[in-house]
């Protein structure tokens, strides 16, 4: 048995190396020292949550049962994941925790006795209005979470979905979870309490089908933001501190990042979050990909180019991911240096499928940090440099974003590749990228295509220079 204020005091300093853990994945250099400071942190917060109970009985021992279950499933899952799939696992794990309020604040509505929160029927009021929060905002993450990873997985179309009055049928169902609510804490009437979480799991549905692929990584991080909201309000109904601390960075700092991505996009943060973008006709130019014609090149024309040019700028993109090329650029990369030719990384704030996806990527291969720089940082280096190296980012670099205002991702700022002497673009095809528009720097007389497999062209590229 540990006493509250000792708890109290455990709490805080979890608290602390939770901001310490957000501080350091601020940057790439910091990262792993970042992760450290949260994994102790929560091994603090379990730990101290098992020792204020007190009473180790049965319960306890079936909570440990499940905790070892989960915990091996969830080890086991992130040890095998592939980086690809990374967004897909994030998408997995925010629906999880959801889920996980949901329940807590049914078993607090069902035994509220457990929870030192009242009787059936006589309910404290504002422990009421925090589970009722708690269940609507995780049955939301819940549903909104799975969407996302069925259109990450390729399982549901990346397209928006859309129907007409879908706007309105959204502003009803939000409307109706406040009613809902209100009622709920008058009455405390079990029925409301069902349908409340019913009608949140749909709005969570209806939230997340017409956003469009070129959205996606916002959604992520919204979907981040909801989860940690959620585990906020639940920590509020079971008096945990250090829940509510835990939630409250989760919740705080994902609405930040979606309104950060959001405005490096020039997206509407609250467009995107009720969804509908990239829901517009595609361009003609896309309709009349077929006539354009295109100049294709091999690994000896674009080692020629490189190996003559003394700046060239790589463009990593989810091709590269879905190849795991990023060793193979590394070498290449290495190669150039060794014959005095300038190299550094452009890296798009949304490429990849979420926030960080390329910087994790190129950590991995050991890239010098000071190679790397964001969008904003290198944007105007394109028109002086001699070859860039887009190796599978499709939607980041596409010109049309600047020109066609019919496009999904018109106003979006992309990389300014089409103003380098040369583009050599890896790609197996022509195909649209994840928005489902045809690139137009395809087609321009200063790109060669080179399509292969973003690794093997690469490899290739090395024994050639």
Known sequence: MISANLSAIFYLISGVLFILALRGLSSPETSRQGNFFGIVGMIIAISVTFLAVGNFSTGLLYVFVFLLVGGSIGAFIAYKIPMTAMPELVAGFHSLVGLAAVFVAISAFINPGAFNLGSPGNIKLASLIEMSIGAAVGAITFSGSVIAFLKLQGIMSGSPITFKGQHILNAIILISIFVLTYYLCATQSSNLFWILIAVSFLIGFLLIIPIGGADMPVVISMLNSYSGWAAAGIGFTLENTALIITGALVGSSGAILSYIMCKGMNRSFFNVILGGFGATEQSKSNQNKEQKP?????????????????????????????????????????????????????????????????????????????????????????????????????????????????????????????????????????????????????????????FADAKKMTEEIIKSL
């Open 294 to 450: 295109v100049k294709s090149g091999n690994a000896d024309d674009a080692a020629f180019l490189m190996k003559n040019a003394s700046s060239v700028i790589i463009v990593p993109g989810y091709g590269m991911a879905v190849a795991q090329a990023q060793h193979a650029l590394r070498e290449m990369v290495d190669a150039l240096k060794k014959l005095d030719v300038k190299v550094s990384y452009a890296i798009h704030p949304v490429a990849g499928r979420m926030p960080g996806h390329m910087n994790v990527l190129l950590a991995e291969a050991n890239v010098p940090y000071d190679e790397v720089f964001e969008l904003d940082e290198i944007n105007n280096d394109f028109a002086n440099a001699d070859v860039a190296y887009v190796i599978g980012a499709n939607d980041v670099t596409n010109p049309v974003a600047k020109t066609d205002p019919q496009s999904p991702i018109y106003g979006m700022p992309v990389l300014d590749v089409e103003k380098c002497k040369s583009v050599l673009f890896v790609k197996r095809s022509l195909s649209a990228g994840y928005a489902g528009i045809d690139n137009d720097l395809f087609y321009r007389d200063n790109t060669l295509m080179l």
